[in-house]
């Protein structure tokens, strides 16, 4: 047999017929070859081959199964070519005659295979499993590289059908197959295998047994293996030379050298229908027995153009690309003016849509603020007549806050519903509320609102075994659908009702045929589309007047057209010019003010507040000195020579006294100056004086400014503050501030300006007192203008409803009627069984002082119910007495969270009011908390401003007997969160 390099061209070999007698003899010499038991295989063997063969005996079925069998590597290269011819993708030339000559250069001499006595060292040999079924799993580099197969194939396919393709008249003559070439030599090594034990572990897996070859994505159809597996397979050769043609197309292309085929998986895929025409890559390589080598050839690189017309095919390739990107980028260039075109089409017609959506928005809110001030003069001309005859009031206490201050705000729909005590002016027989609550309610806390509601005739009849009133019918509570779609948007109240048909809907059943006007809080655009939608009144400011008049300068613009006092300071500061300018001559002015205060326009609640004190200026000791030579009244009348060097060295030094000292007082919401002058020049601002005194007292005045003209005092208290002096967290009730003609005098001529500039409904008045230090005088300056219904106000109408008195803010007293039942109610029921009867006695009117909180706060409050709450209040005292109408009151805000709670505490004395309340927090912190989870909370802060109070009261006015027993009682409670780290 020649090697491999010589083989003769397929057309060149002679092909002579044999007689039957010659092919049978063939037949029967090759079976004698496969059977090394046969008694001639050994002379065959020696006369065809030249090795002689030991001797072996025929073994029986029992020492078959008895023999040892030995473990190690096979001999020489069997492992190759054991049981078939090798499936290495690069395969071994056949041997040459010399080679054959050698002998024991390729096989071992039958001694050598007889010496062996001891295990031979054990060695790795690379075995190919079988896929017996379907296709293996491919990797990731198969994945990575399936695209180039892919894109390739085309190619490959172009140039199967090429002048160079294998079907081509001026194809290269292939080379026979390794099976052709080694047949003989095959059938040797299987002999032999089968003489030589093997460990089963590394035995190799069965094979085909109808093998054949494709060496250079060509098939020689004169290989005996091929023969054999064409006339197995012959009934369905018509479908397998098609797919052996797409097989050869892919492997010629990508230039693979030898491929093994498995002829009856190659059958079995065909017949099963899994092969057809155009069969995916991974379809024709499951057929092969070396599909890994062949599949990591073909991912290599370049291996696509390394076969022969693979030059033409990259220049095709390239030529291809090339083409595509110059016919692209044309395309593109075409397109530009087209896209162009379209673009400006587009925004043309986007911005009509939104000139139109535009103008409807304007037609349609100009209807609503129409429709609003037609139905307020109405309201005016016929409030006298709605106040005194059955309606209902619609509460919503929407925030109308900008947006950005909304996004700001943490847990804005709790804060939202702060003013629960709306829902008591149903002490009024003829008032009918609807509330709509910013979050949804669960049932403990709607049966909590019933029972409380429900105690007004227990407390007019000062008896807590009354019948509760069935007040039920009288208030309602709705949550409106759309809360579930804007819950993260923290929309104001107002505007989630706008997009809440069925909410819409039914309130519009409830006050058909009624008498019904809306109370909202910061008015919003969307609260007049909401009563415009309902068809009722809205008693509120006109939205635009708000946002000029709700702003802090707005505020100082009203104090100033009223005449009332107000701190020395500056308004509707923008630029930093005009901040410097401004404080350095506010300061030149007015030397006695050593703290100075800057406010954003539209903040609210002391959030936008910083502060500023002038003792860290370097001249600050120098100016005094000449503050001090002139004396405060000269100063102020002197001449602007006299005081400008010390407005210059003022002016100097104003910028890094500000970008040094100056301080935010809520951090959480700017935590450094910079961020607060940045808010503060966007929004605009003003410069306030604090003032310069040690004891400053605060307090909130609520007025309601009627459509009908008149103005009416609904609230009066001194603040209570938090974690600093700006925040406020409550209020006692009513103030014992300032004289209460003061107050009012203050509180008309500001409602009178109100009134000038078209401000109605609700409004709270924040002023502040203390004692001038040259003089003692007590001053009084306005400070805020809040437009809305307040917290407080709402806590003022709970406190009232509780104790069924009046709060007349002119005297500023709160009075409640005592009682004396000569008869119970059970008992006047027993004597006259058609109607109950009893006969009170007025005795006298007395005085009640409050305490109250609109939101406390402690993290703590969410692990534990309402109903376990409440069972822990009533163990440790806390609790209300109806019959001597003092006590304990908590408002309720949500029924997810619990964080949040208000509290009212009702007493004869202020101190008792204040001591019940600090003790309150006291127990319900220690209840709550545990020594290594205390949870974060004001109610420390409240208990220190508690204290202060009460220390205040103790130099004003000399405690009783009775004070002096109930403070040595609670005093611990107080000394509990002072003692606190």
Known sequence: MPPYDT?????????????????????????????????????????????????????????????????????????????????????????????RNAGDAVLPSAADLSSVQTPAQRKAVHLLKREDSGQTKMDEREKACKWQIDVNREDGMALGRSA??????????????????????????????????????????????YPFTIVEGLINPSAPDYCRFKKQYCLCWGAIVETLDQLQRMLFNFAVPLAWVCGE?????????????????EKLLSVLENRDEVWNLMCQPGQRYKGKGGHRAAAVRIQTCWRR??????????????????????????HAKHKRLRKSLEASRLSHLENYHIRAKYLAANWKHITCSKRTIIHVPSLGYSQDQRLSLKGFDILQNTQMGRLCDIRDEKVEV???????????????????????????????????ANCAKRFT??????????????????????????????????????????IGGVTHIDELAVADELGVPLLGTEPAVVQVYGSKSGGRRIFSSAGVNMPPGKWDIYTLEQLYEGLAQLMTEHMEVQRWLFKIDSEMDGRGTAYCDVCHLKCHPWAQKQYKQHGPEKWRILMAEVREPVMMKFLQEVPHLLASH???????????WACFLEHFLKEGGVIEAYPPSA???????????????????????????????????????PQTSISSDVLHSICIRVARACQQRSILGHLSLDLVTFLEPTNLEQQVWAVDLDLGYSNQLAMTQLMLMMTGGTMDCRTSKLEVPVRDMKTSVRQARVKNKARCLWSPKQTSVTSRFAVMATRLTHTNLSLVYYSTFFLMCKAQGIGYDVKERKGTVFVLHDSKDRRSLGMLTISEHLPGALLTFARNLSVIHQEISAPNMQGTNNFKDITKDIEEVIGMTKQNQTESQEEEEQLDQTRYHLTYFTNQP
């Open 325 to 350: 990107y110059s016919a692209r980028a044309a395309y593109l260039l075409k397109l530009l003016p087209k896209w162009a075109a379209q673009t400006i089409a587009m925004s043309l017609l986007k």
């Open 7 to 99: 083989i003769p061209h397929p057309h060149k070999i002679q092909i002579t017929g044999a007689s039957p007698g010659e092919k049978h003899k063939s037949a029967f010499t090759m079976r004698l070859l496969n059977n090394p038991y046969h008694p001639k295989n050994k002379a065959i063997v020696q006369q065809r081959y030249g090795i002689e063969l030991p001797l072996l005996h025929k073994r029986s079925g029992a020492t078959i199964g008895a023999q040892r069998v030995i473990t190690g590597s096979t001999v020489g290269n069997l492992a190759a070519v054991q049981g078939g011819p090798s499936k290495h993708l690069y395969h071994k030339p056949p041997a040459s005659e010399e080679d």
């Open 477 to 518: 509570i709705f949550m409106p659908e759309a809360l579930d779609y804007f819950s993260t948007k923290n929309m104001c109240l107002a505007s989630v009702l706008k997009y809440s048909p069925r909410a819409l809907k039914r309130i519009k059943n409830l006050i058909q045929g009624k008498q019904a006007y809306m």
């Open 695 to 733: 004891s400053v007292t605060c307090l909130t005045v609520d007025m309601l400014v009627e459509p009908g003209g008149d103005v009416r005092l609904t609230s009066c208290g001194d603040q209570l503050r938090g974690p600093s002096v700006l925040e406020v967290v409550g209020c006692t009730m």
């Open 265 to 281: 998986r190659l059958a079995s895929c065909v017949q099963g229908g899994d092969l057809a025409r155009n069969s995916s890559v």
């Open 164 to 209: 160079e393709g294998p079907t081509s008249s001026t194809m290269r003559t292939p080379p026979p197959s390794a099976a052709s070439i080694s047949s003989e030599n095959r059938v040797l090594v299987n002999g032999l295998a089968r003489l030589i034990p093997l460990n089963p572990q590394n035995s190799p897996m069965p094979v085909s047994k």
């Open 662 to 672: 100056a301080c935010p007082v809520n951090k959480s919401c700017y935590p450094t």
């Open 434 to 468: 609807i509330y709509v609550s910013p979050v949804a309610l669960g049932e403990d806390v709607h049966q909590y609102y019933t029972h409380l509601m429900g105690l007004q005739a227990a407390i007019e009849l000062g008896d807590a075994s009354a019948p509760q």
